[in-house]
Nanobody, 122 residues
Framework: QLQLVESGGGLVQPGGSLSLSCATS????????IGWFRQAPGKEREGLSC?????DARYVDSVKGRFTIAKAENTVYLQMNDLKPEDTGIYSC??????????????????WGQGTQVTVSS
């Protein structure tokens, strides 16, 4: 059974940092791409970053230079620095058994985690 479980969300002050984790299990192929998405209050879910099996990463412009995606074994991390109030939202990871390159759209992924809340507020 394919599973993705996010952790690491919470409340942080503007300018602070958080590290999110996405633990994956059940994938039979090593060709797995993972994406991180955010749904802000009242907005549609947007893709933030993704990484493929080769470790090649992509970022949306709004998080470039602040967020870093990385993977180790079956876990993908999203290190978030210099957080802003507009980064508040539910963060979800998603996966697809696919080859290069990774995508930043919802339709690029078939498997989703339950999400973790990130709140950036003073």
């Amino acid at each position: 059974q394919l599973q993705l479980v996010e952790s690491g969300g919470g409340l942080v002050q503007p300018g602070g940092s958080l590290s999110l984790s996405c633990a994956t299990s059940g994938f039979t192929s090593h060709l797995v791409v993972i994406g991180w998405f955010r749904q802000a209050p009242g907005k549609e879910r947007e893709g933030l970053s993704c990484i493929n099996s080769n470790g090649d990463a992509r970022y949306v412009d709004s998080v470039k230079g602040r967020f870093t995606i990385a993977k180790a074994e079956n876990t993908v991390y999203l290190q978030m620095n210099d957080l802003k109030p507009e980064d508040t939202g539910i963060y979800s990871c998603a996966a697809e058994e696919a080859q290069n390159p990774c995508g930043l759209f919802e339709h690029d992924y078939d498997y989703w985690g339950q999400g973790t809340q990130v709140t950036v507020s003073s």
